[in-house]
């Protein structure tokens, strides 16, 4: 059974530092993994797809990269801001196209100013 | 940018009574999803949708939940009989085939008193 988890649970940091947020997953069989931003009360919202064959992929100020074979992927952020406080989620979609995705409980990210 | 877009954003309802929840999926996205998230832990899977049948389904996804395309346009959950521990955020996401990312809706957060 797939079992996401993510490191830390929280991190507070100043403003402009650079930072990683960690995801493992236990089975490597994935299609794709996903970093979605959740603030409080609120939906998600997709930041990054990484498909199977992908090594990473970024958009502006976030670079997410996959490690399959080793079951990791890693968010940077680079030079955070206020705005960037929120829990961060990374889910993995199993199998194929029709696989549920499957959550870790987020990183809480505070970014102070 | 295209939206999922779920109402109500919050329902209070009494125990025992049926609640509808409703999404308006993405216009050329062909699967749909239910997720839920009690406060506190993990976005969970409950059910995928497609071709107008249920594709696959969570074992939270029991006899007191279904699911419906009414008109073409509408993706609802029902709750037939609700319980306390029915109360958390639903969020619908729907998806293509061929990219595999999902768009979640900022989601109906339900609350059973």
């Known amino acids: 059974k797939q079992e996401v988890t993510q490191i830390p649970a929280a991190l507070s940091v100043p403003e402009g530092e650079n930072l990683v947020l960690n995801c493992s997953f236990t089975d490597s069989a994935i299609y794709n993994l996903q970093w979605f931003r959740q603030d409080p009360g609120k939906g998600l919202t997709s930041l990054l797809l990484i498909q199977s064959s992908q090594r990473e992929q970024t958009s502006g100020r976030l670079n997410a990269s996959l490690d399959k074979s080793s079951g990791r992927s890693t968010l940077y952020i680079a030079a955070s801001q206020p705005g960037d406080s929120a829990t961060y989620l990374c889910a993995v979609r199993n199998g194929g196209s029709q696989g549920n995705l499957i959550f870790g409980k987020g990183t809480k990210l505070s970014v102070k100013p | 940018e295209p939206e999922v877009t779920q109402t109500p954003s919050h329902q209070v309802t009494q125990m025992g009574q049926e609640v509808i929840l409703r999404c308006v999926p993405i216009?050329?996205?062909?699967?749909f999803y239910w997720y839920r998230q009690i406060l506190g832990q993990k976005v969970e899977f409950l059910v995928s949708?497609?071709?107008?049948?249920?594709?696959?389904k969570s074992e939270i996804f029991d006899d007191q939940f279904s699911v419906e395309r009414p008109d073409g346009s509408n993706f609802t959950l029902k709750i037939r009989s609700t319980k306390l521990e029915d109360s958390a955020m639903y969020f619908c996401a729907s998806g293509q085939v061929d990219r595999g990312g999902y768009t979640f809706g900022s989601g109906t957060r339900l609350t059973v008193v």
């Open positions: 216009s050329n996205h062909l699967y």
């Open positions: 949708f497609y071709n107008n049948e249920i594709s696959e």
